[in-house]
């Protein structure tokens, strides 16, 4: 079993940056794959950016890319997002997510383990 804790989320205004962490415990941590996921009002949790802890390799959605960057920390257990220039449509509930194996995925429902998630609005 994995257990995360997803933190960081408040408000901003746009243009900003902040930085989301997840800390995960449980089972052994350095062969999952990491992601963050988004889910703003009545829409569809969508990707945002995974990363494979023990290859180093990273994914990212169209939309992030450049802006995001998702990092770990292999000493704490602990995944990142930092997020720069953060626009309005960025705002939405931020979920952690962890899965086993070693292929990255952009795909929800491949995921086993969330967070609660951590809000994040972004201001205009």
């Known amino acids: 079993q994995v257990q995360l804790v997803d933190s960081g989320g408040r408000l901003v205004q746009a243009g900003d940056s902040l930085r989301l962490s997840c800390a995960a415990s449980?089972?052994?941590?350095?062969?999952?794959?990491m992601g963050w996921f988004r889910q703003a009002p009545g829409k569809e949790r969508e990707f945002v950016a995974a990363?494979?802890?023990?290859?180093?390799?990273?994914y990212y959605a169209d939309s992030v890319k450049g802006r995001f960057t998702i990092s770990t920390d292999n000493a704490k257990n602990t995944v990142y997002l930092q997020m720069n220039s953060l626009k309005p449509e960025d705002t939405a509930v931020y979920y952690c997510?962890?899965?086993?194996?070693?292929?990255?995925?952009?795909?929800?429902?491949?995921?086993?383990?969330w967070g609660q998630g951590t809000q994040v609005t972004v201001s205009s």
């Open positions: 997510a962890a899965k086993t194996g070693l292929r990255l995925t952009s795909t929800t429902y491949e995921y086993d383990y």
């Open positions: 449980g089972r052994t941590f350095s062969s999952f794959v």
């Open positions: 990363i494979s802890r023990s290859a180093g390799s990273t």
